[in-house]
Every structure is written in structure tokens, then in C-alpha cells.
């Protein structure tokens, strides 16, 4: 038997309840529908254990078929079209949190594997902090460590041969989509974070940064 995924449930049941409340409703319908968000991230941190490709399959299943209820919708009832609108953006939002919630399933595995830098939730968003300084971050993460968690997600890594000069931290906060970056070049570090508070950084990466200042 197939399961309901929460994304799936959320959103299908704001649009439903769109369509039965109109206008007079609708910022309390898009209220309750934003809050899909953190169900969602909450609901597959709890069933990580899941097979990833399920989860995977289920997170993209639930997208698609809010995103044909929400068109029909739409379509059937033009004067709720605007805020048909605002639901769709709820929805990409709530997809873009399940995926980075999903990042928690790979924890153990290394990056080149998993493609975290390449081809993972992330990636969009280590391309914009980083900009020009990608391609350095990839070179300085050749030799890594598996995907780590201690409160958030986590990777160290050097580049070959230059352990002491050339490295890498990477600090990824999946409930709050935010990132940290630490590269060193030639022992000088530079941090390149997400707005708003620091990320709260484990013990292995604290104590790398102790020993690139010793």
C-alpha cells in the first residue's frame, strides 16, 4: 500500500480547503499551508531509516500531484487564482525543505558519492555563497571525510598533498537551509556564510580550526 507522504497531505488538503473557503479564508488557509514546511522536514528526519530511494520517490510523487491539484484548481476557479499562486510558491518551498531534510539519510556516506557539491539539495545554494571560490572549495575538499552530524551536518576535507595549507569546512543546516563554507588558502582561512546566526560548528571542526591557527 502506498503511504501519504506529509508533503503530499499538506498540500492537498490546503488546496481542498481553498477551494471550500474563497476569499475570506485564504491567509489563514496559506498559513496553515506554510507550515508544511517544518512538518515535512520533521517527518523525514523521523523516518530516515527509510529506504532513500522511497523517500525520494515519494517527496517527488507528493509535488507532482499538488502541483496538478493546485493547476486544476486554478483552472476550475479563477477569482482564488492569486492565491492558488501564493500555494505553488508554499509547495516549492516545502519540496525545497524535504530534499535538504533528506540529506540527512546520507549521513556516513562521502561527498564524490553522494554528488554533495555536484547534484544534491545543496547545491544551488554552495554555488551562490561561493561564487568564484566553487572550484577552489572542490579542490581544497579532495580528501575528505564521510558526511558527519553533530546538531548539523558537516564535512572536513584538504586538498592532496596540502593537509597544513589547503582545506575545507563545510557546515550545512538542513532545518534552516543555511550553510557555513571555511577555506583555507595557504593557511589563511575565510569563512563564507548564510545570513543571519553563525552555524553552530562540532567539536572535529573546531579542532581544526585550533590546529590551522597552532
Not at 27 to 49: D, P, R, V, Y
Not at 104 to 116: A, F, H, R, S, V
Not at 167 to 182: C, R, S
Amino acid at each position: 500500500m502506498t503511504r501519504t507522504t506529509p508533503l503530499l497531505l499538506a498540500m492537498l488538503v490546503s488546496a481542498t480547503a481553498l477551494t471550500a473557503c474563497g476569499k475570506q479564508d485564504t491567509a489563514k488557509m496559506q498559513e496553515a499551508a506554510s507550515s508544511a514546511i517544518g512538518q515535512t522536514h520533521e517527518a523525514l528526519q523521523s523516518a530516515a531509516s527509510a529506504p532513500l530511494n522511497d523517500l525520494k520517490q515519494q517527496a517527488s510523487a507528493a509535488a507532482s500531484q499538488a502541483k496538478q491539484k493546485l493547476d486544476a484548481l486554478a483552472a476550475s476557479n479563477p477569482a482564488v487564482g492569486g492565491a492558488v499562486d501564493s500555494l505553488k510558491g508554499i509547495a516549492k518551498a516545502t519540496e525545497k525543505a524535504s530534499k535538504w531534510a533528506l540529506l540527512q539519510t546520507e549521513i556516513g556516506k562521502y561527498p564524490n558519492d553522494i554528488k554533495l557539491y555536484d547534484d544534491s539539495a545543496i547545491t544551488p545554494d554552495l554555488k551562490a555563497l561561493l561564487g568564484d571560490q566553487f572550484a577552489v572549495f572542490k579542490k581544497n575538499m579532495e580528501v575528505s571525510g564521510p558526511l558527519q552530524r553533530e546538531r548539523v551536518l558537516y564535512v572536513l576535507g584538504n586538498r592532496k598533498h596540502q593537509g597544513g595549507k589547503d582545506a575545507a569546512y563545510l557546515l550545512i543546516d538542513t532545518e534552516n537551509q543555511k550553510l557555513e563554507v571555511g577555506l583555507w588558502e595557504h593557511g589563511k582561512l575565510t569563512t563564507y556564510a548564510s545570513p543571519g546566526e553563525p552555524l553552530f560548528k562540532p567539536k572535529d571542526v573546531l579542532t581544526t580550526i585550533q590546529n590551522h591557527q597552532g
